[in-house]
């Protein structure tokens, strides 16, 4: 067993750091009822999240149920997993059930499509604790963050990193040099995790801690893309631009769209219309490329778009926030509307015993009156979700309103009238027709 894994905390008061935070998640289990919001563990990796949950339920004596990014997270799922055990007594005798659901800034794709309203759906009636774990608290879905408490985890200084370190060194019986401690811990950055991995790599199979072998087992400290492209509004050396270039993943054709959104930044028109030109030049390069399978020439590409973008920047400040392309937001937005319309036409298809093609080439338009009318039932009868209600309505907010009143437990039924009573009134009567109305509303298919 790994070290990380062998001296993770089991109860709260071993966590490193982020006092505040665990101070908060021991509150809030202490004083949990029915009503308590569920928690948003977010942060860093490595800063203590996932350990966190996992000793706030070994304190408390609580049953754990976990779903990270490696399950399949559809709604399905999340039902069948988290939603039976967030209504059920726990089988081992536990007080209660903790629901952990690491990753949640990760629900996207069609593999978890449904996973965010299922969790909505899930915490709106669970009878046990939650909590959702994320790196980035602004992945998560905005209707699932309003309904949540949020608790920070920030980095971890290096001076309370080294304790730790220290323990396990102890405990492993590892001759260990103070500051190949503290290089270790300012090499971490801040994780944790990454530190006990450093540390693990530099004294497995050794009873010394040597600097050399610290040397080698570094956290990954290559460049990134913000790196590259922060990089052509700071750094005036070609050859240093170019090296940033070689440490990147990204390949050429996809720097070549990074450089395109953020040159932007640059103040002066005619240096901005100047990089522009350098990059249409190094678009053709990459054609050349795909063109003749000839990958010689995406060095010249690089070179041409990164001089010629940083000639262009000199003197401009990076004046916001590097931005990612926005041609890949206008893609992901393209794909989710394809997603939801394949939804729409797989359910109502099914639901109405006919193909697709003939739901979509004839009844779509009626359909679509009829739903404007009479959409509560539609909703309930074909179970849709707020993104495949708005492809009918085409206005999000109202789709919005009508699921989430849709989703509201029926009231319970009046109690029968005894015989002796009056008949109804003709308001009650003309509420009776129209329910009727409603539930007859798919004879026609």
Not at 374 to 400: I, Q, Y
């Amino acid at each position: 067993m790994d070290w990380a894994e062998q001296y993770r905390p089991r109860h709260l008061a071993d966590i490193v750091g982020n006092g505040t935070a665990i101070r908060q998640i021991a509150e809030w289990a202490r004083d949990w009822t029915r009503q308590s919001k569920p928690l948003i563990l977010y942060g860093k990796p490595g800063t203590g999240k996932t350990s966190a949950a996992h000793a706030l339920a070994h304190d408390m004596e609580w049953e754990i149920v976990e779903l990270n990014a490696s399950d399949q997270r559809t709604k399905a799922v999340i039902e069948r997993i988290a939603g039976n055990s967030s209504t059920t007594a726990s089988l081992s005798g536990a007080r209660r059930k903790l629901i952990i659901l690491d990753e949640a800034d990760n629900l996207h794709g069609t593999a978890d499509r449904g996973g965010a309203k299922a969790i909505v759906d899930l915490i709106r009636g669970t009878r046990q604790p939650i909590i959702l774990i994320a790196n980035d608290i602004y992945g998560i879905a905005k209707e699932l963050k309003s309904r949540c408490e949020a608790v920070q985890f920030k980095a971890l200084p290096a001076r309370s990193i080294v304790p730790r370190l220290r323990f396990i060194c102890r405990s492993e019986g590892v001759s260990c040099n103070e500051d190949v401690l503290a290089g270790i811990a300012a090499a971490a950055g801040g994780d944790m995790r990454a530190a006990v991995n450093m540390l693990y790599a530099a004294a497995i199979g050794s009873g010394e801690l040597a600097a050399d072998n610290v040397a080698t087992s570094r956290k990954d400290g290559r460049a990134t893309i913000f790196d590259l492209v922060a990089g052509i509004f700071k750094t005036p050396d070609d050859a240093a631009l170019l090296g940033l270039s070689y440490e990147i993943a990204d390949t050429p054709d996809t720097v070549v769209q990074w450089i395109d959104e953020n040159i932007r930044h640059i103040e002066s028109p005619r240096e901005q219309a100047s990089a522009f030109g350098r990059l249409a030049r190094a678009d053709e390069f990459i054609g050349y490329t795909f063109r003749r399978q000839y990958y010689t020439l995406w060095r010249y590409a690089t070179a041409i778009m990164l001089i010629g973008s940083a000639r262009a920047a000199e003197g401009s400040h990076l004046g916001g926030r590097i931005a990612a392309p926005s041609r890949w937001r206008a893609m992901g937005q393209l794909r989710r509307q394809k997603a939801v319309r394949t939804s729409v036409l797989h359910k109502f298809s099914r639901n109405l015993r006919m193909s697709q093609a003939t739901l979509r080439d004839d009844f779509l338009t009626p359909l679509a009156m009829l739903i404007d009318a009479h959409a509560p039932p539609f909703v309930r009868e074909f179970d849709l979700d707020t993104d495949e209600l708005t492809f009918f309505l085409h206005d999000r907010d109202r789709s919005g309103r009508i699921v989430k009143g849709s989703a509201l437990p029926a009231e319970p039924p009046e109690p029968a009238a005894p015989q002796q009573a009056k008949e109804p009134e003709p308001a009650k009567k003309e509420q009776k027709r129209t329910a009727d109305n409603q539930s007859t509303l798919f004879d026609g298919f």
